[in-house]
């Protein structure tokens, strides 16, 4: 049974590949984090190896020994590379090393299964040696070993590589489809689960874990709290917050951008109860305080906003002044109506 929410028509396309036996040896995998890439590639990992008696369509059965092993992350033929996955801690790039091990590895014939698979994390921190030795393994493929690369930013990766490889793009998902799953496969109540899936921005995967971790919904409650102080705070307030903001850029650049995609869906949700779609926000837990600020601002200024929070975010992706970036930010904030 493969375990992702249907996507596109990946799945279909892999069951008539297996189904036919026409498999390329490398696939590229992309789309954002968490959204269903590692669950693919494990399901496709149990497709090659499934030792259930059923036709190829049928696979995988996810209950068979060799399913279960691979779910579990104990079979011999199947093996995850990425940073996690390395000799070293706080290790930045996917090393030569590796890939090396990959290549020894894969020159030997499957111990248990039916194919290796070799599933590499992160495909986009492949430092430049491991990018041109892994090249050299895709242009001499062995006979049954799939390489699986997971990317969510394709754009990174050694152009070379990608030519070899059959891309497949893991595109987010609407809400409803991740809503509904949630309450067939995990069983909780419609309310959470719509929450959930509003907030996951299509991707399952962060869902799932925000269902397990229930720390994460509280920081987020927390950093929106923050936030809408900042909002109603005056320019010293608010520039303290751009200082503090550019000082944890220096140390975590995602925590930063995570902070302005929360800004960013706050006044999205605003221009939707403006606009007469309050049906369609993403904070549906804090649907009273988003319709009460909305009455305070009109659209051309929402507008406005949101487009200066895009444009902050492009800038520091591209290693602009953190600080400089962020204060201007805040010294855009619009006004409220009186």
């Given at each position: 049974?493969?375990?992702?929410?249907?996507?596109?028509?990946?799945?279909?396309?892999?069951?008539?590949?297996?189904?036919?036996?026409?498999l390329?040896n490398?696939?590229?995998?992309?789309?954002?984090?968490?959204?269903?890439?590692?669950?693919l590639?494990?399901?496709?990992?149990?497709?090659?190896?499934?030792?259930?008696?059923?036709?190829?369509?049928?696979?995988?059965?996810?209950e068979?020994?060799?399913?279960?092993?691979?779910?579990?992350?104990?079979?011999?033929?199947?093996?995850?590379a990425?940073?996690?996955?390395?000799?070293?801690?706080?290790?930045?790039?996917?090393s030569?090393?590796?890939?090396?091990?990959?290549?020894?590895?894969?020159?030997?014939?499957?111990?248990e299964?039916?194919?290796?698979v070799?599933?590499?994390?992160?495909?986009?921190?492949?430092?430049?040696?491991a990018?041109?030795?892994?090249?050299?393994?895709?242009?001499?493929p062995?006979?049954?070993?799939?390489?699986l690369?997971?990317?969510?930013?394709?754009?990174?990766?050694?152009?070379?590589?990608?030519?070899?490889?059959?891309?497949?793009?893991?595109?987010?998902?609407?809400?409803?489809?991740?809503?509904?799953?949630?309450?067939?496969?995990?069983?909780?109540?419609?309310?959470?689960?719509k929450?959930?899936?509003?907030l996951?921005?299509?991707?399952?995967?962060?869902?799932?874990?925000?269902?397990?971790?229930?720390?994460i919904?509280?920081?987020?409650?927390?950093?929106l709290?923050?936030?809408?102080?900042?909002?109603?705070?005056?320019?010293?307030g608010?520039?303290?917050?751009?200082?503090?903001?550019?000082m944890?850029?220096?140390?975590?650049?995602?925590t930063?951008?995570?902070?302005?995609?929360?800004?960013?869906?706050?006044?999205h949700?605003?221009?939707?109860?403006?606009?007469?779609?309050?049906?369609?926000?993403?904070?549906?837990?804090?649907?009273?305080?988003?319709?009460?600020?909305?009455?305070?601002y009109?659209?051309k200024?929402?507008?406005?906003?949101?487009?200066?929070?895009?444009?902050?975010?492009?800038?520091?992706q591209?290693?602009?002044?953190?600080?400089?970036?962020?204060?201007?930010l805040?010294?855009?904030?619009?006004?409220?109506?009186?």
């Amino acid at each position: 049974m493969w375990q992702i929410i249907e996507n596109a028509g990946v799945v279909p396309l892999l069951k008539s590949s297996l189904q036919h036996g026409r498999l390329p040896n490398a696939y590229l995998l992309v789309g954002p984090a968490h959204v269903g890439k590692m669950t693919l590639a494990i399901n496709l990992a149990q497709a090659l190896n499934c030792t259930a008696a059923t036709t190829a369509a049928e696979k995988p059965c996810g209950e068979c020994p060799s399913c279960a092993k691979i779910a579990l992350g104990k079979h011999s033929d199947v093996q995850v590379a990425g940073l996690n996955s390395g000799k070293e801690s706080r290790v930045k790039e996917i090393s030569i090393e590796q890939i090396r091990d990959i290549q020894h590895s894969a020159a030997l014939p499957p111990f248990e299964g039916k194919y290796k698979v070799y599933i590499i994390d992160g495909a986009e921190q492949l430092s430049n040696e491991a990018s041109n030795c892994l090249l050299k393994t895709l242009e001499e493929p062995a006979e049954n070993v799939i390489y699986l690369l997971l990317t969510a930013s394709e754009q990174s990766i050694l152009p070379t590589v990608v030519s070899r490889c059959q891309r497949l793009e893991l595109k987010p998902l609407p809400p409803e489809a991740i809503e509904k799953d949630l309450v067939k496969k995990k069983n909780i109540e419609p309310v959470k689960a719509k929450l959930l899936s509003r907030l996951s921005r299509g991707c399952p995967g962060w869902a799932i874990t925000a269902l397990d971790d229930e720390a994460i919904l509280g920081e987020r409650s927390e950093r929106l709290e923050h936030i809408l102080e900042v909002m109603h705070s005056g320019f010293e307030g608010r520039f303290t917050y751009a200082s503090q903001l550019s000082m944890q850029f220096a140390q975590s650049r995602k925590t930063v951008i995570d902070e302005l995609t929360l800004w960013l869906d706050w006044w999205h949700d605003l221009l939707l109860i403006k606009t007469g779609s309050g049906e369609h926000i993403t904070g549906i837990d804090r649907e009273a305080d988003i319709t009460t600020m909305a009455e305070g601002y009109n659209i051309k200024q929402i507008r406005i906003f949101i487009s200066r929070i895009q444009e902050a975010t492009a800038q520091l992706q591209i290693n602009a002044n953190p600080r400089l970036v962020l204060e201007v930010l805040m010294l855009n904030i619009p006004g409220r109506n009186t």
